[in-house]
Nanobody
């Protein structure tokens, strides 16, 4: 299984981006059963959980992005999305998807390369 994130880029503060992450090679039923999440890692910082969506469709997000970022999934396409609005310079990071939800440890899949988001002030 490969996690292929895309959609990053350079954007001005206040702008929007939509990230996609496809789980290539994953059986549909497996994808459907997983809780999925977006993580990010800013330069010099640890990777942090940004937003999650359970297999049942329940979503959650970190306080730092609440009201600005929205996670969604298309099970048939084995793809997870992150709609990011009102971007701020502190959102600059490499963004990754993987299994996850807040407060729960998961056996993570291999991290893909991620997609770089750079927000200029």
């Amino acid at each position: 299984v490969q996690l292929q994130a895309s959609g990053g880029g350079l954007v001005q503060a206040g702008g929007s981006l939509r990230l996609s992450c496809k789980a290539s090679g994953m059986i549909l039923s497996t994808f459907w059963s997983y809780d999925w999440a977006w993580y990010r890692q800013a330069p010099g910082k640890q990777r942090e959980l940004v937003a999650s969506e359970s297999s049942g469709g329940r979503t959650n997000s970190a306080d730092s992005v609440k009201g600005r970022f929205t996670i969604s999934r298309d099970n048939a396409k084995r793809t997870v999305y992150l709609q990011m609005n009102d971007l701020k310079p502190e959102d600059t990071a490499v963004y990754y998807c993987n299994r996850g939800s807040f407060g729960t440890d998961y056996s993570l899949l291999n991290w893909g390369q991620g997609t770089l988001v750079t927000v200029s002030s």
